[in-house]
């Protein structure tokens, strides 16, 4: 996970009627996010989860699961003013920003209504 403390509140929550397996997949998504203007990673998902309606793993399962391939990303190459990118495939979208070491983080994921 990232280096930002875990407040455990956020945890307990995340974690709330999960099973040993559904926790460690949970921390396993994890590593794949920043937490974004949010104070931790753990805060990022719950609030997004909650705001686009899907349970915290089912939401971070899809988000795990876009498949970039095939994905427009605005901008082509490179970043925005605000330092990230959009995936956008069907009314599917990933938004992610490069970490210290370069390496894309998803900062959200969403589904567009059309």
Sequence with gaps: MQDEPLVDGDVNQL???????????IQQYLTEWTPGTYDNV????????E?????????LRKAHSFN???AKRVPKSGYRQD???????GNEF???????YGIEKIVTYGINEE
């Design 15 to 25: 974690f709330m009627g999960c099973t040993e397996v559904e926790v460690s997949e």
């Design 42 to 49: 753990v805060q990022s998902v719950l609030n997004h989860s």
């Design 68 to 70: 970039r391939k095939g």
């Design 83 to 89: 330092g990230s990118a959009v995936y956008r495939k």
């Design 51 to 59: 705001r686009k309606g899907f349970d915290a793993l089912k939401y």
């Design 94 to 100: 990933l938004v992610v920003r490069p970490d210290p």
